[in-house]
């Protein structure tokens, strides 16, 4: 394990708990693994310099809480944290999209909602706040971050459920591309940390397809709209390729679900054709805009499109995706472990995961240690090497990265 992991002069701020909720065990059980694994490949650099290691609770074997979230057949529901937590740095780890999770209410089966799943995160702060040193959350899929300004007479959710945390006792919030992160601006006095998947997007390109050329003849960047474009900006000046924008002319003059329909995608940007095209956005609900961005880019002749999203949901199921795999209108999806992904989605052909579980767990150690978070973790640097690694060392480095 690289040094980097390892904190010179840095001691815990307190005992390390993950308390991971039922919606994010998968994802918390690899967190853990990591962050035990780090540690205890520290162990021998520290213990050359004569550090205390019981002191800095590096010596056990997992970081991950005894909790439970039990219902009644009203389906009230309570917490219940079956250790001692005082005195400890927890990091409670909540998906609000898995779907997957039910319970009983009055005989008839309910699936859990993202309100559920908040309501459960506020159970389990509610029963540990109290006693820990520090509280911290880790949303991956910011809860309510679509609903994160207000037009006309409409409710302001997320800014009213950071606020409720914050209230509660929470000291830090990580989430990860929150959909505006500008949202932030409701707690500005307490922590808040949005985090970028992009090193991980581009990490499993390169281990995925070593045939790509990274230069602007061959490669270009695209956002699905307006929102995107940051995002694509970023990893566009990155890579040193050009961008491109569709924006979505809308019908104002309907609501459908909510939201005014899609007339049209228009594009903005050089021409495609012959190119690979990355989409890149934050998350693919429905999927209905990506799927018809990368129509249209096939139609101007781009050779291959991949879609890159931080969050799968595919609310309307995955049937569209394989018929626009099908018909060669996408090439793969690559999206992040950060939500619950079901497992026909895991094992279709056109998809590709990338794993966050490490970044995650470097993230808390770096907090539990109190220290900069861009000491390790600069996505610009690591991207930069793995570029650089791609095209002087291409197939045989990405192999060992397998």
């Avoid at 879609?307 to 999806?333: A, P, R, S």
Wanted: hydrophobic content about 35%; aromatic content about 10%.
């Amino acid at each position: 394990m690289a040094n980097n992991y390892v904190f010179e002069d840095s001691l815990p701020i307190a005992p390390l708990k993950l308390a991971a909720l039922e919606s994010s065990t998968e994802l918390a059980t690899q967190v853990n693994n990591h962050i035990v694994s780090f540690r205890r490949n520290d162990i021998q650099e520290l213990l050359r310099r004569k550090e205390d290691l019981n002191y800095r609770g590096y010596n056990v074997d997992s970081y991950l809480l005894d909790l439970t979230c039990s219902r009644f057949g009203t389906g009230e529901a309570k917490a219940v944290i079956n250790e001692s937590v005082r005195g400890t740095d927890i990091f409670i780890m909540v998906d609000v999209t898995n779907h997957s999770l039910s319970y009983t209410i009055n005989g008839c089966l309910n699936h859990m909602s993202p309100d559920d799943h908040f309501q459960d995160l506020s159970r389990v702060i509610g029963a540990t706040v109290s006693t820990a040193h520090r509280v911290n959350v880790i949303m991956p899929y910011l809860y309510e971050g679509r609903q994160h300004r207000r037009t006309h007479r409409e409710s302001l959710d997320c800014a009213i459920a950071l606020q409720e945390l914050v209230q509660m006792g929470v000291s830090n919030i990580i989430t990860f591309d929150a959909h505006d992160p500008r949202v932030q601006n409701a707690i500005p006095l307490n922590g808040f940390d949005n985090f970028m998947p992009t090193y991980q997007f581009v990490k499993t390109l390169f281990t995925h397809d070593q045939t790509l050329k990274i230069d602007k003849e061959h490669l270009m960047i695209i956002s699905p709209d307006e929102g995107a474009m940051p995002r694509a900006v970023y990893l566009a000046n990155n890579l040193s390729v050009d961008v491109g924008m569709f924006y979505k002319r809308r019908d104002y003059s309907r609501v459908e679900n909510g939201r005014n329909p899609i007339v049209a995608h228009e594009f903005l940007g050089s021409s495609v054709e012959g190119k690979t095209l990355l989409l890149i956005d934050d998350m693919i609900a429905s999927g209905e805009s990506m799927l018809d961005t990368a129509r249209e880019l096939k139609e101007r002749k781009a050779d291959k499109v991949i879609v890159c999203c931080t969050f799968g949901l595919f609310t309307n199921g995955l049937e569209k995706f394989d018929d626009y795999y099908q018909k060669g209108y996408i090439d793969y999806v690559i999206t992040t472990n950060l939500n619950y992904r079901p497992q026909a989605l895991l094992e279709r052909e056109w998809y590709l995961e990338a794993d966050m579980s490490k970044y995650l767990a470097a993230i808390i150690n770096n907090l539990n240690h109190d220290v900069s978070l861009d000491r390790t973790l600069s996505p610009t640097r690591k991207i930069q090497k793995l570029v650089r690694n791609y095209t002087s060392d291409g197939y045989e480095y990405f192999q060992m990265l397998r």
